[in-house]
């Protein structure tokens, strides 16, 4: 299995929120080890590609991920 980017993660967290959250937290956890590999401290989201962009969907979706050990931070 080949190692994803950041981006490629990313890409696959939006497509498993759009899907009801299939799979994330093994997307979270790819997330993670290319964060890790790229030496980046935390991941961005675009609101606007959330299902739930409003502030409390983003808030609980920054919960879920910093138990998961991945901080998020949104673009503007």
Do not use: C, W
Request: charged share 25%; glycine share 4%; no cysteine.
């Amino acid at each position: 299995m080949s190692e994803l980017t950041v981006a490629e993660a990313t890409e696959n967290i939006y497509a498993s929120l759009r899907a009801d959250n299939a799979d994330i937290d093994a997307h979270i956890a790819a997330l993670k080890a290319a964060l890790t590999r790229e030496g980046m401290k935390q991941a961005v989201f675009d609101p606007t590609k959330l299902a739930q962009s409003n502030r409390q969907g983003r808030k609980l979706m920054q919960a879920y991920f910093r138990q998961r050990g991945v901080s998020v931070t949104f673009s503007d």
